[in-house]
T-cell receptor, first 117, second 112 residues
Framework: GAVVSQHPSRVICKSGTSVKIECRSL??????MFWYRQFPKKSLMLMAT?????????EQGVEKDKFLINHASLTLSTLTVTSAHPEDSSFYIC?????????????FGPGTRLTVT | AQSVTQPDIHITVSEGASLELRCNYS??????LFWYVQSPGQGLQLLLK??????LVQGIKGFEAEFKRSQSSFNLRKPSVHWSDAAEYFC??????????FGAGTRLTVKP
């Protein structure tokens, strides 16, 4: 149980275009989803926290107009990288929080490799 | 806000040898602590977690970790490393907002 999928797994886009990444919790409802960015050989950096039906909370330094997050349902959150540039190339990982305990256990998706040319 | 330090960027051990990966955290309240493993190009797999109770936590793949509040540490151990254990290991600490902060990671290389 507690499986999270991401789509696409890899995407290559041209500079200036927008890319949408989907994160789905397949067998549970996730009130909260998290988006992370990972640079090569680096750790995960939390970009934003999204709660179903409300606006995402962005970490300091993350441009909310560039990284649009929508959490329209309890099983789906999307991250749209708008007007992508080569510096946006990265590995994006989402996680879904499973409520019910003393801490949201986060289950991670397999990641999406974005390359902007 | 919580933070995590993994002092070792890269560790090399021989197959069959024991392993200890270090993790130190900073958090004012009771921490929720995690160890994850990541293979190249893949997502994160949870190895084990500590929320409360017994400070020695058993995880998957033969890993264990010990929470030591006095040292603010949560080191990961394995008595005998297998070649398939070569990967990147991340320690993470959870905070009151249900957010997590990750350490920089330790890359494990296993020599035959």
């Amino acid at each position: 149980g507690a499986v999270v999928s991401q789509h696409p797994s890899r995407v290559i886009c041209k500079s200036g275009t927008s890319v949408k990444i989907e994160c789905r919790s397949l067998d549970f409802q996730a009130t909260t989803m998290f988006w992370y960015r990972q640079f090569p050989k680096k750790s995960l950096m939390l970009m934003a926290t999204s709660n179903e039906g409300s606006k995402a909370t962005y970490e300091q330094g993350v441009e909310k107009d560039k990284f649009l997050i929508n959490h329209a349902s309890l099983t789906l959150s999307t991250l749209t990288v708008t007007s992508a540039h080569p510096e946006d190339s990265s590995f994006y990982i989402c996680s879904a929080g499973l409520a019910g305990g003393i801490f949201y256990e986060q289950y991670f998706g397999p990641g999406t490799r974005l390359t902007v040319t | 806000a919580q933070s995590v330090t993994q002092p070792d960027i890269h560790i090399t051990v021989s197959e069959g040898a024991s392993l200890e990966l270090r993790c130190n955290y900073s958090y004012g309240a009771t921490p929720y602590l995690f160890w994850y493993v990541q293979s190249p190009g893949q997502g994160l797999q949870l190895l084990l977690k500590y929320f409360s109770g017994d400070t020695l936590v058993q995880g998957i793949k033969g890993f264990e970790a010990e929470f030591k509040r006095s040292q603010s540490s949560f080191n990961l151990r394995k008595p005998s490393v297998h070649w398939s254990d070569a990967a990147e290991y991340f320690c993470a600490v959870g905070g009151s907002n249900n957010d997590m902060r990750f350490g920089a990671g330790t890359r494990l290389t296993v020599k035959p």
